[in-house]
């Protein structure tokens, strides 16, 4: 192993636990303000990690700041398997209107964002 393939091994390290932490700040202060039943933490933090990979999708940046940003920071901020978990129990609990709701408006709005996101890189 090189020493910039180490220094890209702990920046992965690093950033993803920053990444971690910002997910869990941003899901527990939007959960606590909404205070309802439906999963508006875990939305938040999707939708605004689709637009910030599609904004950085739309630079061009190195592959090795690709792999920070995106892998790293990106990767461990959104949550995919907190989103199906969330809606799974919204199934058990007979939610059913915010079970669909949830993966609806979750694909969609993320879609969007994501689309933004790389429309706002590309005019910089």
Same mark, same amino acid.
């Given at each position: 192993?090189?020493?910039?393939?180490?220094?890209?091994?702990?920046?992965?390290?690093?950033?993803?636990?920053?990444?971690?932490?910002?997910?869990?700040?941003?899901?527990?202060?939007?959960?606590?303000?909404?205070?309802?039943?439906?999963?508006?933490?875990?939305?938040?933090? /999707? $939708?605004?990690?689709?637009? +910030? =990979? *599609?904004?950085?999708?739309? !630079? &061009?940046?190195?592959?090795?700041?690709?792999? @920070?940003?995106?892998?790293?920071?990106?990767?461990?901020?959104?949550?995919?398997?907190?989103?199906?978990?969330?809606?799974?129990?919204?199934?058990?609990?007979?939610?059913?209107?915010?079970?669909?709701? /949830? $993966?609806?408006?979750?694909? +969609? =709005? *993320?879609?969007?964002?994501? !689309? &933004?996101?790389?429309?706002?890189?590309?005019? @910089?």
């Amino acid at each position: 192993m090189t020493a910039a393939t180490a220094l890209v091994w702990v920046g992965v390290m690093l950033i993803g636990g920053i990444g971690s932490v910002a997910r869990f700040l941003v899901d527990r202060t939007v959960a606590r303000r909404m205070a309802r039943a439906f999963p508006y933490g875990t939305l938040t933090v /999707n $939708i605004s990690g689709a637009a +910030l =990979l *599609g904004f950085l999708g739309g !630079l &061009l940046l190195s592959k090795d700041v690709t792999l @920070l940003a995106g892998t790293a920071f990106v990767g461990a901020y959104t949550t995919f398997s907190t989103w199906m978990l969330e809606t799974q129990r919204l199934t058990e609990e007979r939610q059913l209107p915010a079970a669909f709701a /949830n $993966i609806a408006v979750s694909v +969609l =709005l *993320g879609l969007a964002a994501a !689309l &933004l996101g790389q429309w706002i890189a590309e005019q @910089l």
